[in-house]
């Protein structure tokens, strides 16, 4: 080696760590950014009946609003991620709290179920997908040492944020009506949202660099744009695993609490980056599997039954750290935002099939058990996948980085 190669590989090693409080601030901005947005989706079921009487629809004409909602907010990822690697998480960020907010603000003055596509299911569908996607896209580059817990709390503001939200809409909606509601919220998260925004700001070169035996995973020795990252197996083994991941936790979703599920996010992304990002999948599926396996045979048991529902969501949070970790691992840092954008579209595809799959499914059979052991299947399958199918073509992948001239 040369005289010059050593000196730039000692330099190399020898970088600080970033900084920690200048991250850990970024994080705490986002997950309050994360917070500020998660209202339109959980608490739409509480608009419900106050949309129908306003615009005088039916209920499907209305649940069309919410299926808007989530269609723009997953499907459009891939745009959204790249106008914030585009024009930067600070603005863009900001630009989706607001559209968020005025959604909320104009779905008050709505007397038509388009007026409520246009604002509840268009601005906040759009605005919410930007700010979900731009937080995940920085902590990933903001966190390389830590990517899975940066990325597990940040996803995890998104549901807590609905705690801090619901009991107090709930009660202005009693109190005051759906109008003031939306109006005072909406004007207050988006207030808050964009106040958060204006503090990020994406890492500088020697904010993120660490010696390498810091790291604990391996990652991506070069960056890969979407049209690179598209045309590899690993990605499309991904996404297959977060569609069957979303089906398989959507009709649960519909029926038990979400709490387990919002904290499971960080504790499972901090496993990954000390064990793996595929071993954590494993036992988080296989987790899954036996546990609603075990509700099926022990039904008639109420408190086995909670327990057993409550590890069942424990372990379905962890898809929404794992996956974007395990992706910029992949892929690089520097197209992780839009090349996250790709992936994310998998949770809306899950989302659209597994509602209607497990209805029809129920409506055939009369009962709700094949529902359960489609699930049971779904997740033992994502969990052999994660061991023995994505492990190994990721070690070969990162070999084949390392091999390259």
Partial sequence: ???????????????????PATRWIQLILGLIAMMSISSPQYVWTLFVAPFQAATGASLPAIQITFSLLIVLQTWLAPLQGWLVDRFGPKFLIATGAALTGLGFVLSAQATTPWALYISYGGLCGFG??????????????????????????AAAGYGFGAIVTTFPIDMMLKASGHR???????????TVGVCAALGLRAPRPDEIRLRAA??????????YSPLQMLRTPIFWLMFAMMTIAGMAALPFALTLQRIANGLTRPFFGWVSDNIGRENTMFIAFAMEAVAVWVMLSTRDNPALFAIMSGIVFFGWGEIFSLFPSTLTDTFGTKHATTNFGFLYIAQGIGSVLGGPAAAMMHDSSGSWFPVFWLIIVLDGL??????????PMRASWFHKQRTLP
């Fill in 1 to 19: 080696m040369s005289l010059a190669k050593e000196a730039s590989a000692t330099d190399a090693c020898e970088v600080a760590p970033a900084i």
């Fill in 128 to 153: 919410t997908g930007i700010v979900y996607i731009g937080i995940i896209g920085l902590m990933v580059k903001w966190f390389p040492d830590r990517r899975g817990f940066a990325v597990g709390l």
């Fill in 180 to 190: 003031p509601t939306l109006i005072i919220f909406g004007l207050l998260l988006g």
């Fill in 214 to 223: 810091s790291m604990p995973l391996v990652s991506a020795a070069q960056d």
């Fill in 382 to 391: 994502t969990a052999i996948l994660a061991l023995f199918v994505l492990k």
